[in-house]
């Protein structure tokens, strides 16, 4: 089609990004209307923008407190299963054991599973296994971190490991010819070439902890509660707030197109790399 009527393409191409992008475009138009005008007759071009409801999100403290929560969560969570499924994937792609696949197969378990299937497990886990005196890991940073991790390190594991099967074994036998140690030949000689699959993976399990609801919902009350659950609280008996709720998923967008605009160049790559080996 590309060839032969390329106008089609275009045209192809053009509806597919209108029907992306014009729920977004719509989310917007609600933010930036008075209450009184959604109910109104819809008008998709803007004419007068009604800027209170973001300055009203910006103003409110408990907000931006979650704002913070949520970036220190997902940037955490993101971190940690990134390093370790890189070592792991290392570990189990460099040193022959039995029951490589399965041990893959079984880490994959965890993403087959509902979410709400381990609401219960963890919320023990959290208040009574792994109590120290009055401390317990509900409603903290750390203990979303590592609710994540049971869903995303999986995760980061299978994405990894192509990327790591692909870089040939022969650079490291090369590096310990030279008298490098293990640790160098990870940090020097694997996570270079690594790089492009590490971004990949990064970026998605950063999304993965920012968008997740139902854990955050169940696990947190104020201290560690994010900002995709506070939208919850502007559903209340006497209305919805809808251009609030729209202002605040707008706000939502912005930190995950900074970070795709930092790593868009490594995406492509880290997808395709390792697909092909010789």
């Known amino acids: 089609?590309?060839?032969?009527?390329?106008?089609?393409y275009v045209?192809?191409?053009?509806?597919?990004?209108?029907?992306t992008l014009f729920p977004i475009y719509w989310l917007f138009v609600i933010s930036v209307k008075p209450a009184v005008d959604l109910f109104s007759t819809p008008d998709i071009l803007l004419k007068n923008i009604y800027w209170q409801n973001y300055i009203d999100v910006l103003n409110d403290r408990t907000l931006r407190g979650y704002m913070v929560n949520s970036l220190?969560?997902?940037?955490?969570n993101a971190l940690l299963c990134t390093t370790l499924g890189f070592l792991a994937c290392y570990a189990l792609s460099r040193f022959d054991m039995g029951g490589k696949e399965s041990i893959f197969f079984w880490t994959i378990t965890n993403r087959m599973a509902p979410p709400a299937v381990f609401l219960?497990?963890?919320?023990?886990?959290?208040?009574?296994v792994y109590k120290v005196g009055d401390f317990t890991l509900l409603d903290t940073?750390?203990?979303?971190?590592?609710?994540?991790?049971?869903?995303n390190l999986p995760f980061a594991i299978w994405t990894l490991r192509p990327t790591v099967d692909g870089i040939p074994k022969e650079l490291d036998e090369?590096?310990?010819?030279?008298?490098?140690?293990?640790?160098?030949?990870?940090?020097?000689?694997?996570?270079?070439l690594a790089r492009p699959g590490l971004a990949v993976t990064l970026i998605l399990?950063?999304?993965?902890?920012?968008?997740?609801?139902?854990?955050?919902?169940?696990?947190?009350?104020?201290?560690?509660?994010?900002?995709?659950?506070?939208?919850?609280?502007?559903?209340t008996t006497t209305g919805t707030e809808w251009g609030i709720m729209a202002a605040i998923s707008v706000f939502t967008l912005i930190p995950a197109l900074i970070v795709f605009g930092m790593v868009q160049k490594h995406i492509v790559a880290g997808l395709t790399f390792g697909a092909v080996k010789g």
């Open 1 to 8: 089609m590309r060839k032969n009527r390329p106008w089609l």
């Open 11 to 19: 045209l192809f191409w053009i509806l597919i990004s209108f029907l």
């Open 72 to 76: 220190v969560i997902s940037s955490g």
């Open 120 to 128: 219960l497990p963890l919320f023990l886990l959290m208040t009574q």
């Open 141 to 151: 940073r750390i203990g979303m971190i590592l609710v994540y991790c049971t869903f």
């Open 174 to 192: 090369a590096a310990y010819v030279d008298g490098a140690s293990a640790w160098k030949v990870i940090t020097e000689v694997v996570f270079p």
């Open 205 to 235: 399990t950063w999304v993965f902890a920012w968008n997740e609801y139902l854990l955050a919902a169940t696990l947190t009350n104020f201290n560690a509660r994010t900002l995709t659950t506070g939208l919850s609280e502007y559903v």
